[in-house]
């Protein structure tokens, strides 16, 4: 293993052994909030942090938290260290950086979008209509996000496979026993995904249009234009992130209507206005999701004494359930007040650039397939682990067969 690239592997230190455990992981995050909120893995050399305030500390707080790091739980890709990356830099030098990236997904330019998106939506709502029961992962979840990623960037849908293909392997997690294929996995996928787009950037540098692409290759950092390179990897950088979350996020949505309140796609049909509130209660309820930082100075602001260099996990998804925060934590309720407070999407410096794309569409995608469709209802014999997946957020859901009533 390099040494500067070591990586955090989050399964040694929560033990969830099967599929089921790591898709809840609930009871285990409740037990470390009420009994270790400040945790040492010293196998791995890092702390943990499971409350609502702890998380939020370590995520706001750059100058102590650091995002500048050695180690992490999914590293970046050698390759995509360079002077565009968001992601290992902390403020100011990160504001400059991210304002580049940012334009993209202003409001202002994601209304320029809505039309398209809608299209895309009734385009694959549109192919479901005459199926009883539909995977609603690989028919809606997995094609919207990549598809509408690969259009604001400018590259040719119809290869959404492949860069699908290419950013699951990029964003898998390490685990001990497979970690030399893995890294081998990675290091093709990155090769071949430059590959890939360095002819497209070539080709928006001298015919530039109005795709994001083309805005990255017009983009200036520190007066210089960002090289082809730069704008190649920042481009996988974003159709990465652009659908991984958002193809999760999607199949929750289904996965809580239909096991962890039954009953509330009915409330939805009658009332429309609902669909974002369920949006923000599924990245509340059902996501795993973590973020890593580098302690940069020794502190004792949690209690325990953390060294300089040390490595601190905010677990969100764990945060999430705090009762300290979101009274009746474990349950799902699309009428919670504040249920927006939760922090899926980072926090901080570092909130997550796609949020509101992500956002946009799984709420038109929602509000769209409810119009269209009568009733969901879960399928005979459905066996969740046959369905699941390892991935960045623990497990997710590879399919999920769903039946439709018109």
Not at 5 to 33: C, F, G, H
Request: with cysteine; glycine share 4%.
């Amino acid at each position: 293993m390099n040494a500067n690239r070591q990586v955090i592997m989050l399964d040694e230190i929560s033990k969830l052994a099967t599929k089921q455990d790591q898709w809840e992981p609930y009871a285990w995050y409740k037990n470390m909030r009420d009994n270790d909120p400040v945790h040492y893995n010293a196998e791995q050399d890092v702390w943990n942090v499971f409350s609502y305030d702890h998380v939020k500390r370590v995520l706001f707080d750059h100058e102590l938290f650091s995002n500048k790091k050695e180690r992490s739980l999914i590293p970046t890709p050698n390759q995509l260290d360079n002077r565009s990356n968001v992601n290992l830099v902390d403020p100011p030098e990160h504001r400059k950086r991210r304002a580049i990236l940012a334009q993209a997904f202003t409001p202002r330019s994601l209304k320029d979008w809505e039309p398209r998106i809608q299209e895309i939506v009734d385009e694959l709502i549109m192919d479901m209509e005459d199926a009883p029961v539909v995977d609603i992962v690989q028919k809606l979840a997995i094609p919207l996000p990549v598809t509408v990623i690969a259009d604001l960037l400018g590259v040719p849908s119809r290869d959404r496979h492949l860069i699908k293909t290419w950013s699951d392997i990029l964003f898998l997690p390490y685990n001990l026993e497979a970690y030399a294929e893995i890294e081998q996995q990675k290091g093709v996928a990155m090769k071949e995904f430059a590959e890939y787009l360095y002819p497209i950037v070539l080709e928006k540098r001298k015919h530039p249009v109005d795709d994001i692409i083309s805005d990255l290759t017009k983009a200036e950092l520190e007066g210089e234009q960002l090289t082809d390179e730069e704008v190649v990897r920042s481009a996988i950088g974003l159709l990465g992130a652009g659908n991984e979350t958002t193809t999760t996020l999607i199949s929750n949505i289904f996965y809580c209507m239909l096991f962890d309140q039954p009953g509330v796609y009915q409330e939805l049909r009658a009332d429309l206005t609902l669909v974002p509130k369920l949006v923000e209660e599924v990245l509340r309820f059902r996501f795993g999701a973590t973020i890593d930082r580098k302690v940069a100075r020794d502190t004792d602001i949690f209690g325990p004494n953390m060294k300089a260099g040390q490595v601190v996990v905010a677990w969100i998804g764990a945060a999430n359930r705090d009762e300290s925060h979101f009274a009746r934590a474990d349950v799902f309720d699309i009428h919670r007040p504040g249920n927006q407070q939760h922090m899926t999407f980072g926090a901080g410096p570092h909130f997550c650039l796609g949020a509101p794309l992500a956002r946009l569409e799984a709420n038109m995608a929602l509000a769209s397939f409810v119009k269209r469709f009568a009733d969901i209802r879960q399928t005979e014999r459905f066996v969740l682990d046959e369905h699941l997946t390892v991935s960045a957020t623990g497990q997710s859901l590879k399919s999920f067969p769903i039946g439709l009533s018109l």
